[in-house]
């Protein structure tokens, strides 16, 4: 199985396979409001040479905030990753 660790800032760390999604919150812009929604989910998936790498960065790209699972009780920060290593 595919796996990577990814590390933040305040030492803490997470564990992601292949076929993990990762939700990004994304900040929408509505004629009424302005607020924070789920983003559509990216199921990671392993690239012959980086791991899982590319898609986890495809991810961090698109947003600041993201959900692993879609277990809404732990937000993380992309902006606050240090290091993505594959195990």
């Known amino acids: 199985m595919n796996v990577a660790r990814i ?3 305040d ?6 396979k292949e076929g993990d999604l990762l939700i ?11 607020f924070a929604s789920m ?3 990216s199921e990671l998936w392993n690239h012959a040479n980086n791991g899982l790498v590319p898609s986890i960065l495809d ?3 698109r947003c600041d905030f ?5 277990d809404s009780s732990n937000v993380y920060n992309s902006n606050s ?5 594959i195990e």
């Open 7 to 9: 590390y933040f800032s």
């Open 11 to 16: 030492k803490s760390s997470i564990e992601v």
């Open 24 to 34: 990004p919150i994304i900040y929408k812009n509505d004629v009424s409001a302005n």
């Open 39 to 41: 983003g559509e989910p």
């Open 59 to 61: 991810v961090f790209a």
């Open 66 to 70: 993201f959900y692993l699972n879609g």
């Open 81 to 85: 990753v240090v290091k993505i290593s």
